[in-house]
Structures are given as structure tokens and as C-alpha cells.
């Protein structure tokens, strides 16, 4: 079974500084990730969208989409304490303190704050354990509109098939090009926080807390990501 992580220790006040130096070692496309993220929204939202940002980390989604459009405001959702502190360094950086909010801790811990327009959870669904991910859809799907998409993007496969062990390999490889002599170190570590639910019984799951038209628009070895909309 892999290991539920407690954020403030995983994501800590050492990673939280090298965390924006890291990432995109560790995810193939992580930059591609976010300007996908932007298209997708692009199309699919207006002027003055509430962005609910669930594990933020330290807000490269919300900057990114903030850049795109000057009217979008977000609500950032992270439970790391480190992370934050990084976030909100950024964000004022950027002169945006006054379009994103912060909440320090988890999704269910957040008060009502009226629907929103779309939300985000970059990289952090393969954190929730396989039998609460539902649970954690059905937390963001009550927070959005009717016709509001959800943008996700982590792994994703079933680990009894050929082509996940496949899948974990071409990651291993390209960790070993980016990281070196770390890499087997870091796939260990990370490789074991992973909490993988295949592609179908995530598209249940959507469909069962109220969303359809789930796409999947990226792929990159053991890495997806999908657009959803609330019916
Ligand atoms: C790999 S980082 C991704 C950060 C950011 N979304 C990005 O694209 O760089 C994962 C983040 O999810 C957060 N996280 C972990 N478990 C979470 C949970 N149950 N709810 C919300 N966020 C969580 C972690 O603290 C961490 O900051």
C-alpha cells in the first residue's frame, strides 16, 4: 500500500524553497502541464472567474492563469504551511495579493465561499487514498456551478497492467535524465506517496459525484490530465 503523506512533513519547509527549482525535473512537461491548463480554461471561462485552487502548493497555476486573464480571481487551498509561505511570497512578487486568497489546509476544511467558476487540482489527486478520492471530487464538485470545469492533471493508471509498469519505467529513465544520481533515490521516495486509481474507475467516480464530459487532453508516460465539467 503506498504511504498517505502528511503534507507539512513531505512538503516541508526545506522542499517548500526548492520545491519550484525541483518540480519540473520530477513531472515530465510540468510547464506544458500549466499552459494546457490555460487553454483549457481560456475556453472555457469569462471575465471575472472565481478559481477555486485546490493544492496549490506554492501557486504556479494560479499566477499562470492570473497572467492569462487580469479579471480571474482565485481562492488557493493548500494544507502545507511551507508551501504557502512560498505562495504568498510569489503572489505579492507578482502584485496579485489582491486576486488570490489563501486557505492553510485541506479542502474540507473551507467554509462556504459561494460557487465558483472553475477549480484546479494540479498534482495532488495521487495523494487521496483510492477509496476517498470520490469523496474528494464530490468536496469540489458542491463548490462549483452547474457547467463548471474541473482541470486535474497527476499519475494515473492501474498497477496490475503491462502498460503501467511501462508507463513507471519511461518515468524512471527520464528521472535519470534529469536527476542523475538522485534519481533512484527520488523515484523510491516519491514512487511510494503514489495512490493510483485507473483512468475508468477515475471517470466513474467523476460521474457518480456529478460531473460528465470528462476528456482526458494530456498523456506523458505515467502522467495525465483531464478537463471535467459539473453537470
Ligand atoms: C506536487 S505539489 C503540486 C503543487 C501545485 N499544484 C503545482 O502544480 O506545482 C502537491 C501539493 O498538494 C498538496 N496536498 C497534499 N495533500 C493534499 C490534500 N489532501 N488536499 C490539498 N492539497 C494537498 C501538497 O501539500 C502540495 O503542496
Keep these: 500500500m503506498p504511504r ?33 491548463l490555460v487553454a ?3 475556453l472555457a471561462l469569462d471575465e471575472g472567474a472565481r478559481i477555486l485552487v485546490v493544492g496549490a502548493g506554492t501557486c504556479t497555476e494560479a499566477l499562470t492563469l492570473a497572467d492569462f486573464d487580469p479579471t480571474w480571481t482565485f481562492v488557493a ?18 502584485g496579485l495579493s489582491d486576486r488570490v486568497s489563501f486557505h492553510v489546509g485541506t479542502l474540507d476544511t473551507l467554509e462556504d465561499q459561494g460557487s465558483f ?9 495521487h495523494f487521496i ?12 464538485a458542491k463548490r462549483l456551478k452547474a457547467n463548471a470545469p474541473l482541470v486535474m492533471a497527476h499519475p494515473i493508471g492501474d498497477p496490475q497492467s503491462d502498460e503501467h509498469t511501462l508507463a513507471m519505467q519511461a518515468w524512471r529513465d527520464h528521472l535519470d535524465e ?3 544520481d538522485k ?5 523510491t521516495n516519491v514512487s511510494d506517496t503514489l495512490h493510483f486509481m485507473s483512468d475508468n474507475a ?5 460521474k457518480g459525484v456529478g460531473f460528465d464530459q470528462v476528456v482526458r487532453f494530456h498523456t506523458r508516460m505515467v502522467f495525465g490530465a483531464w478537463i471535467a465539467m459539473k453537470g
Design 4 to 36: 498517505v503523506i502528511d503534507p507539512n512533513v513531505q512538503f516541508d519547509g526545506e522542499m517548500s524553497v526548492r520545491y519550484d527549482a525541483f518540480v519540473p525535473k520530477l513531472i515530465p512537461d510540468y510547464v506544458r502541464l500549466h499552459e494546457l
Design 129 to 140: 487514498p483510492v477509496d476517498q478520492k470520490a469523496a474528494a471530487f464530490e468536496n469540489i
Design 40 to 42: 483549457q480554461l481560456g
Design 178 to 180: 534529469t536527476l542523475k
Design 183 to 187: 534519481a533512484e533515490t527520488v523515484y
Design 202 to 206: 477515475q471517470t466513474d467516480a467523476l
Design 117 to 125: 467558476d472553475a477549480a484546479t487540482a494540479i498534482l495532488m489527486m
Design 77 to 94: 487551498v493548500e494544507p502545507s504551511a511551507p508551501m504557502v509561505d512560498v505562495a504568498r511570497e510569489r503572489v505579492a512578487a507578482a
